[in-house]
């Protein structure tokens, strides 16, 4: 058997880094370049019903080798990387046997891994730690959890003696850019139950997330021959400007919230005199706040507007998805499964929700109920990112569990 190191390795090599400017599905035809190696690994595994689909996600089945009826459970990870750093060429480094030091990045030197700012590091201690090497992310986020699924499926089959459960894998792209599950076939997929595996913490279990809308605002000027301008120009740009900087700063901003609270958060800016256009995220645990955030970007707008006479400007707001606690607190079995699953792997049992979404907030509202399950990675989305290699095989023994458990 492989390895779970030996798969993330090569995993995170190849670049599949979404693109939410790209109308197309997948977003980056790059991510069919791991798609269609995971196809060939599962191929080799000898599972079943193994399929790329056009739209680039990978579907397959790990059949049950017990006789009673048992539900059909769906390990699920995302093959795409976040667009906030670059993923080409990411260079792995596996740092042995951690011992507190500082982890400085060969590739640049300014890019600084420390306990002080990392502090999960403190119980790593001895663990053997891979980073990418400064000019990249590491890809951990998520390509560990399809590490740890590929890792789980081939102990199993290499492993009949232990009863399990028929277990859909599936692969998706685009959950970076709130894509994940656009076009998974729910019919085709055919289970009854699911876990993302895209957790942090070593033991987490997460099975609730932020609500999440977007909003896009447009913003209308008034264009003229910059050598002609008086009293013509109105730079939509500069209302822009305006706009963000009215925004609220001491509240309602990721940078000032934390634990259960909600917030608005420009995440994109395009623009020119004539026009300009501001992606935001819009996020909260309790739903019914999200109209409450949007109401005060329109609030906010309209009254920057008013200093700009001649500019117009619209806010678009479109339901991206919802606390999955919803729906899975009407199947506890689910997350009681999962609960025993992480315990009998020796770990301390952490119930965590996620500031954040997975596939599986989608996935719930679409008929499987789905909680997320730890896989290690750490500092999404950075040049920091890191996990540890106990932790991703933990990872792999907690789905294994979780497996043989659904049988009983």
Known sequence: MRTVLDRFLDYVKIDTQSDPASPTQPSTQKQFDLAKVLVAELQDLGLEDIELDPSGYVYATLPTNVEHDVPVI?????????????????KPMVHKNYDGRDLVLPDDNDVVIRMSEHPDLAEQMGND???????????????????????????????????????????????????????????????????TVDGEKLGSLEDETFSADGATVTIKGISAHPGFAK??????????????????????????????????????????VEETTIRFIVRDFDTAKLADHANVIRQTLDSVLKNFPGASGEVEVKEQYRNMKEVLDQHPQVVTNAEEAIKRAGLNLIRRSIRGGTDGSRLSFMGLPCPNIFAGEHAFHSKQEWVSVQDMEKATEVLVNLAQIWTE
């Open 129 to 195: 730690i891979v980073t990418a090497s400064g000019t990249t992310l590491l890809g951990a986020d998520n390509k560990a959890g399809v590490a740890a699924i590929m890792s789980a499926v081939d102990y199993l089959l290499n492993h009949p003696e232990i009863p399990r459960a028929t277990i859909r894998v599936l692969f998706t792209p685009d959950e970076e850019i709130g894509r994940g599950v656009d076009e998974v076939d729910m019919e085709k997929l055919g289970a009854d139950f699911g876990y």
């Open 74 to 90: 769906c390990y699920c990870s995302h093959m795409d990387t976040s667009p906030d750093s670059s993923g080409t060429g990411v």
């Open 231 to 272: 009293g013509k120009m109105v730079s939509s740009m500069k209302v822009a400007a305006a706009f963000l900087d009215a925004l609220p700063k001491d509240h309602l901003t990721p940078e000032s919230t934390s634990h259960k609270e909600g917030f608005v958060h420009p995440v994109q800016v395009a623009g020119t």
